[in-house]
């Protein structure tokens, strides 16, 4: 069974960074895509970044440019650097992994995950 652990997120202000790490277990790491999905009040779960199982990484247009996703497979964990950070990033972050190979069209469909950490938030003053 695959467990996913999530750092404690945290309160920055508006331009500041914050780094989420998330460490996996139960699986071939290196096989899985793994992400960062978020949610913010009232609105619907939105994928942000991932990293291929062959090492590539993607990400959203809200986030390209200041967000960084990277991985450690030594430590089965994967991390989001986040930067530039502004009050529209606040919401729940959420580790996922997937066993199924994502590629550019299907990796922000929730769905496609069959892991997800608890999450963690992150909240970003004004």
């Known amino acids: 069974q695959v467990q996913l652990a999530e750092s404690v997120g945290g309160s920055v202000n508006s331009g500041g960074s914050l780094r989420l790490s998330c460490t996996g277990s139960g699986y071939t790491y290196s096989a899985f895509t793994m992400g960062w999905f978020r949610q913010a009040p009232g609105k619907e779960r939105e994928g942000i970044a991932a990293i291929f199982s062959y090492g590539t990484p993607t990400y959203a247009d809200s986030v390209k440019g200041r967000f960084t996703i990277s991985r450690d497979a030594t430590k089965n964990t994967v991390f989001l650097q986040m930067n530039s950070l502004k009050p529209e990033d606040s919401a729940m972050y959420y580790c996922?992994?997937?066993?199924?190979?994502?590629?550019?069209?299907?990796?922000?469909?929730?769905?496609?995950?069959?892991?997800w950490g608890q999450g963690t938030q992150v909240t970003v003053s004004s």
């Open positions: 996922v992994s997937s066993s199924l190979r994502q590629t550019h069209s299907t990796w922000l469909r929730p769905d496609e995950y069959d892991s």
